[in-house]
């Protein structure tokens, strides 16, 4: 995010984004990150972040404390989801500093190898994983130090900032 350029985070849909969204909200609101518009890229995501949102009755004390004061503690300001492919695919012509949070988690598919196949090779960009990685995903790969990941048969080179919030992983 300090670096002006798009953060991806890889997340798993269910849970783990969900926590991501509840950290972003508590770093926006104390000034610790900019203001910059967050997108989730998922549609399980999308799906799975509303069912949290209608049910404060499943909330743990700080999150229910959050939802009974008027924050939604799954909801940084500048907040959107996406609705489609079309508006999916769009997100890889900007280049304005946002956080895109995409899965798959371990990119071992999904949208999120199409935003690094668009964003990895450029050293204003982040990806940032915040869950275990398997050896042998491609996950595991980028952390490694690998210099370059194949995404859709081609070698991209990897010159994105890669970090790692370790602690959210189960």
Known sequence: VARGGVTIIPSFAVGRTQLVLFYIRELKE???IPDIPVIVDSPMASDATQVYLENPQCYDKE???LANHGHGPFNPTKL???KGVQDSKKLNSIT???ILISASGMVTGGRVQHHLYHKISSPLNTVLFVGYQARGTKGAWIKSGAETVRLFKEEIPIRA???EVSGLSA
Do not use: N, W
């Open 30 to 32: 104390k000034g610790l």
């Open 63 to 65: 999150s229910l404390k």
């Open 80 to 82: 959107y989801f996406t």
């Open 96 to 98: 304005d500093p946002m």
């Open 161 to 163: 900032e890669i970090a």
